[in-house]
């Protein structure tokens, strides 16, 4: 990482020539963007434009909907489940190559908020409730793609671990809780990878909004951590020039008019903000413009990249699912399954998996392989029955490309026209998705009425769910059915954008029937689309057909999940029991068949009334594109689902350290101070339904011995443990260690881990390498740092398995211990 209080490079001196050349009005012109996702370019010193994309699970490009077709990827806590760097590293190639596709410089993850509630909807895209196992994770991340040339983006910087009144939350926390749990993974993974910029949040912290946060971005960031790169703001963040500005932020998105073009000019004449204050903005930026080949050359970006929907993304994507993906419950080794025999599938989420969350982080895939598919392509269609479920979504999704044709052209997608306010027709346009952002293309600038209009390919004569998604006033007609209706944005700022809310009604249609729907002009942009679903089914009956086909068989598998209005930005949980009547579907399949296996597609905990009625229990996350490949992969053993947990799992709503993520007059107070997670649960002596590191996978694990073999003035160095594949098939063991400080207000915490692959009946030495910083206490007195170095070292799968326990003081050289 470069210096900034070292001795001037040649690029700092190009950088400050670059500076020295150019007016106020052009400095302020750089540190705003010039449109949704690009920066400007300065041809008068060399500067090229910078394109941003939005991650972390995939590159969505620069436009919101209908953009490039591109990779999929598991989401974030089922890569974190991997407990594994090279995982996340390998993941991060991706990203790279993605990123080169869609000329982008910098993408705009990992998103490294903890779980801290876990009602909050964004926890799909973010690692785990554990400091240091997310700033690991996150510098392996960051480390791979810069390491290649694409910058990456820690976010959001800070307080952002839920949604409610995102945007003006205050969230409030002790400074000991703000160093020692929620600056730790930004502070790993700065002082490991040094990612090239960090996002500051909406909401506020201790009274300040994020993007105004003098100690955060300036007193902690720069000054204590010696941050060389840019901080940019969320999007629509920033509120203010002049404290936004001092305060350290650098740039400010989306643009291109921002509180910055508006104010800041004003605000430097009437000295609210030095010239020198922009001069340092603009560094930045050129720095990072240098860092991903923007200035003073240009870069130049591959052709032969490999396809996202490929064999070897294919073959790459749904291993990296697989291996993340956690065996919650097995018993009588009911998991792998057998092949050969017949298996009945049910659930709605087996036909339909969700892929990926809500909200920003989405991704056009170029598939999504649905469970059904990938166990008939592993098994044989005749030895997979499918039962479909009950319904689980409140929010209808953008119909299908495959399901509406184009009028005109007979392609699959939509025709778009666009009308003028004297209702001529300006624009007709054919796309090959089912929905527009109608900010985006300039072809709807001037719109009064934009009208969309397909047929219907479906398989027959039937009943569907037809309407729109998008706010404003519809106008829908087809035959046997007209309605005007109007759909609302959500409240607050920006109206839900990226969760638009649909309307639809039953209607019963014939294939190639036309669909047409209009709306008007609307004040703040929106995402439109067609909603065509199949018609909603009473629960009872699916029930009782699912428990038919199961009844009398081996074995049942039951795939059910949350949806994307719940993994979503923008808006949490109020609950964790799974939406519809899925419990219920659950118990009354493993009532009717020999064995159950229930298959959890969900990012979050997910309550489960059912455990102590099925056999076994596998943990999906999202699993991305090749989502129903890797959950067969898992299922058979073909790939092993050596995951472990990242979230510890409370029993019933309302258990846990933190549970309410709605403010109270505006504030949000952090009351599990630094007892988050599973150290919350450890210190009230509560069993949670599954502890944070559980996972079996298909292995048995014996503890032969654990010591503690480097100690020094920062605490404990090394452990090292001997361990035996004790059961039947190979394994990857998740070695964790903890220190339990002997100190009064001190929380149990992981300090290290270390994964090894051994093979059954197999003997291996794994030596952890345990990181300081996360074994010294904050002294909010003397404002430093203070190691603790008394207590218990910790060795266990998760905390509800613990193996070894060997007492440490400041004294300990190698403290040895046979379990
Ligand atoms: C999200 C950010 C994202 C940005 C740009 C915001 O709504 O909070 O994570 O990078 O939008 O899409």
Redesign the pocket.
């Known amino acids: 990482m470069t210096d900034p209080a070292g001795p001037p490079s040649d690029l700092d001196e190009r950088i400050d020539r670059a500076i020295a050349t150019l007016t106020l009005e052009r400095k302020i012109r750089l540190v705003s963007g010039a449109d949704g996702f690009s920066l400007h370019g300065d041809e008068g010193i060399g500067l090229d434009k910078i394109v941003l994309s ?1 991650g972390p699970t995939g590159v969505r490009g620069h436009v919101v909907v209908g953009g490039r077709e591109g990779c999929l990827l598991p989401n974030a806590s089922l890569l974190a489940q991997t407990w594994d760097r090279d995982a996340v590293a390998e993941a991060g190639a991706v990203l790279v190559d993605e990123a080169a596709a869609q000329q982008t410089h910098v993408v ?1 993850g990992p ?1 490294i908020n903890l779980h801290r509630s876990p009602l909050g909807g964004r926890l799909f895209e973010a690692f785990s409730e554990d400091p240091m196992l997310t700033g690991h994770l996150a510098a392996a991340y960051v480390g791979a793609l810069q390491e290649r040339g694409i910058g990456a983006s820690v ?2 910087f800070l307080g952002n671990e839920s949604e409610t009144e995102r945007t003006t939350v205050d969230v409030r926390m002790s400074p000991k809780t703000l160093r020692e749990v929620y600056l730790a993974p930004f502070e790993v993974a700065i002082e490991d990878a040094n990612p090239w910029t960090v ?1 500051a949040a ?1 909401n506020d912290v201790n009274g300040y909004p994020s993007t105004e946060q003098h100690e955060l971005l300036t007193e902690i960031l720069r000054d204590e951590w010696r941050y060389d790169g840019v901080v940019v703001s ?2 629509y963040a920033t509120t203010t020039a002049a404290q936004s500005a001092n305060a350290g932020l650098d740039l400010v998105m989306p643009g291109p008019e921002t509180p910055w073009t508006r104010g800041l000019l004003d605000a430097v004449r009437a000295g609210e903000v030095t010239e020198k204050t922009v001069d340092e903005h603009v560094r930045r930026l050129l720095r990072l413009a240098h860092r991903v080949g923007a200035f003073p050359e240009r870069r130049s970006w591959p052709s032969d990249l490999p396809d996202p929907a490929g064999p070897r993304r294919r073959e790459q994507l749904s291993r990296l699912a697989a291996s993340g993906m956690v065996v919650l419950k097995n018993d009588g080794d009911t998991l792998p399954l057998r092949p050969g025999n017949p298996i009945t599938l049910v659930g709605r989420h087996a036909s339909d998996p969700i892929a990926q969350g809500g ?2 982080a989405q991704v056009r895939a170029p598939h999504v392989v649905s469970v059904v598919d990938g166990l008939r392509s592993r098994l044989g269609s005749a030895n997979v029955t499918f039962a479909d479920g009950v319904e689980t979504r409140r929010t209808l999704p953008t119909a299908r490309p495959a399901l509406v044709r184009d009028p005109e052209t007979g392609e699959h997608g939509i025709r778009v026209r666009v009308f003028d306010d004297a209702g001529r027709l300006t624009h007709s346009r054919h796309l090959d998705v089912a929905e527009l952002e109608d900010s985006q293309n300039e072809w709807l600038a001037g719109a009064a009425r934009i009208e969309l209009s397909a047929t219907l390919d479906v398989p027959g004569p039937m009943p569907v769910q037809l309407g729109t998604r998008g706010p404003g006033n519809w106008h829908l007609a087809t035959a046997g059915h007209e309605e005007d209706y109007r759909v609302d944005y959500h409240p607050g700022p920006g109206g839900g954008f ?1 969760r638009p809310k649909s309307h639809a009604a039953t209607v019963r249609v014939v294939p190639g029937q036309l669909v047409t729907a209009t709306v008007e002009r609307d004040e703040l942009p929106r995402i439109l689309g067609f909603v065509v679903s199949e018609a909603a089914r009473s629960s009872a009956p699916a029930i009782a057909d699912a428990a038919a086909a199961a009844t009398g068989r081996a074995v049942a598998v039951v795939v059910v999940g949350f949806t994307t209005d719940q993994e979503t ?1 923008g808006e949490d949980k109020r609950t964790l029991a799974l939406p519809g009547d899925q419990d219920a579907l659950v118990t009354a399949v493993a009532a009717a068949a020999d064995r159950t296996v229930v298959v959890v597609n969900a990012a979050t905990p997910v309550l489960m009334p059912w455990i102590d009625d099925v056999d076994a229990v596998l943990f999906t996350g999202l699993p991305g594109q090749e989502a129903g490949d890797a959950v067969a992969a898992a299922l058979l053993g073909d790939v092993l689902p050596e995951g472990r947990l990242v979230t510890t799992f409370p029993r019933r709503n309302k258990q846990g350290p933190a549970w309410n993520t709605a403010p109270r007059n505006g504030v949000l107070e952090y009351v599990d101070g630094c007892f988050i997670g599973y150290r919350g649960w450890h210190a009230d002596g509560a069993e949670p339904a599954f502890w944070f590191g559980h996972g079996l996978g298909y292995a048995t694990w014996e503890y032969l011995s654990g010591c503690v073999s480097g100690t020094d003035e920062t605490g404990v160095t090394e452990v090292d443990v001997t361990l035996r594949n004790s059961g039947r098939r190979p394994g990857r063991e998740t070695v964790q260690v903890y220190l339990n400080p002997d100190r009064a207000g001190e929380p149990i915490r992981l300090i290290g881990w270390a994964r090894a692959d051994v093979a059954p009946g197999e003997a291996a030495a794994v030596r952890v390498h345990c990181d300081p910083r996360f074994q010294r206490r904050w002294d909010e007195e003397t404002r430093s740092w203070i190691p603790l170095r008394h207590g218990v070292i910790v060795i266990a799968r998760g905390l509800g398995d613990v193996r070894v326990t060997i007492p440490v003081s400041a004294r300990t050289d190698a403290d040895h211990v046979e379990s």
């Open positions: 939005d705009l998103t976010k959001h996002m909406y969320d999007w909200g920003s990226f930005e």
